[in-house]
Nanobody, 124 residues
Framework: QVQLVESGGGSVAAGGSLRLSCAASGRTFNIRFMGWFRQAPGKEREFVAGILWSASGTNYAPAVKGRFTISRDNAKNAVYLQMNSLRPDDTAVYLC?????????????????WGQGTQVTVSS
C-alpha cells in the first residue's frame, strides 16, 4: 500500500497560480504511475493529469492542457501539479493517486491508492 499526502491547496483569484504537492510513502517501489483527479461539489471525480513513474510520459485532461503541468521527483517520492491561469471552474478538491498495477493514466479505476485531497478555490 502507498500512503499519499497532498499539500499546497488554497484560495486564489482567477488568473492566479497554485502548486500542489503530493508526498508518497510506504510501498513506493510498486508505483507504476501517479495522477491528479479533482471533484467539485455535486460532480463526479474527474481526471486532471497523470505521469508515468519510471519513464517519460504524461497525460492531461483537455480542460487543463496548456495551463497545468504535472511533474515528479522520484528521489523524493513526490509528484507535483503546477496550475496556472486558474479559472473559477477549477474549484474542487484535488486528489493525488498512485497506481501499483498496469492501467491507463486517465482511468480512475486504474489507481490503487488515494490521498485525502486538498481544496482549491478560485474566485472570479
Amino acid at each position: 500500500q502507498v500512503q499519499l499526502v497532498e499539500s499546497g491547496g488554497g484560495s486564489v483569484a482567477a488568473g492566479g497560480s497554485l502548486r500542489l504537492s503530493c508526498a508518497a510513502s510506504g510501498r513506493t517501489f510498486n508505483i507504476r504511475f501517479m495522477g491528479w483527479f479533482r471533484q467539485a461539489p455535486g460532480k463526479e471525480r474527474e481526471f486532471v493529469a497523470g505521469i508515468l513513474w519510471s519513464a517519460s510520459g504524461t497525460n492531461y485532461a483537455p480542460a487543463v492542457k496548456g495551463r497545468f503541468t504535472i511533474s515528479r521527483d522520484n528521489a523524493k517520492n513526490a509528484v507535483y501539479l503546477q496550475m496556472n491561469s486558474l479559472r473559477p471552474d477549477d474549484t474542487a478538491v484535488y486528489l493525488c493517486s498512485a497506481a501499483t498495477r498496469a492501467g491507463v493514466l486517465d482511468n480512475a479505476e486504474a489507481y490503487t491508492d488515494w490521498g485525502q485531497g486538498t481544496q482549491v478555490t478560485v474566485s472570479s
